[in-house]
């Protein structure tokens, strides 16, 4: 039984990966910030299997240490792709807290009425390794953006590529305040304008 789940877990992964990027490109003056959303919504959509491990095993939703280890390492190979170090770093602190939030909704929900029954996919194993490619496709995508941050319209841009990104995907909207957390230092402004 936990062999099929775990085979389910890797199936949903793979269709996870497989499916929003290719839907994602879209052909627009945006389409950067577009598949950055989409990278982003694929991290908020992992914080679901981490809430439930970290549940399952009695862990803490924080994890400081790794959240730093995380942090620099983002910062060395943001240099060496040519994206901002601050910058990378920053997105990434954005990244963890949002999916803290989500995690932090989860447990609450499962306090208030029943946790999954079904096993978590591993964490070492399984979803770790999905958000440790999902970092190096972010910080790519970062050096796409990079040039981008700057423009006075971009807190409106970011906006309307989460708009084309909601129109392309089945956009789960208990997230929106955990996506807007998570794009909320994409532009040098700060902020996504217009985006509830």
Not at 61 to 68: L, M
Not at 137 to 154: E, H, K, S, T
């Amino acid at each position: 039984m936990i062999s099929l789940t775990r085979a389910s877990a890797h199936c949903a992964a793979a269709l996870l990966f497989a499916l929003p990027i290719a839907s994602a490109r879209a052909d627009s003056d945006d389409t950067a910030l577009t598949n950055l959303v989409a990278l982003v919504s694929q991290r908020l959509a992992l914080a679901e299997p981490v809430a439930q491990w970290k549940w399952q095993h009695q862990k803490p939703i924080t994890d400081t240490p790794r959240e730093d280890a995380l942090l620099a390492d983002v910062q060395k190979r943001a240099a060496v792709a040519g994206v901002d170090p601050a910058f990378a770093r920053v997105f990434f602190r954005d990244q963890i807290d949002a999916s803290t939030l989500v995690q932090k909704s989860l447990f609450d929900t499962w306090r208030a009425s029943q946790a999954p029954a079904n096993p978590a996919p591993d964490l070492a194993t399984v979803t770790r390794p999905q958000l440790d490619q999902l970092t190096g496709r972010l910080i790519g995508a970062l050096a796409r953006v990079q040039p981008l941050r700057g423009a006075p319209d971009c807190p409106a841009r970011v906006a309307r590529s989460v708009e084309s990104w909601k129109e392309l995907t089945r956009y789960d909207s208990a997230h929106a305040k955990a996506m807007n957390q998570a794009l909320g230092h994409v532009c040098e402004s700060g902020g996504v304008g217009g985006m509830a």
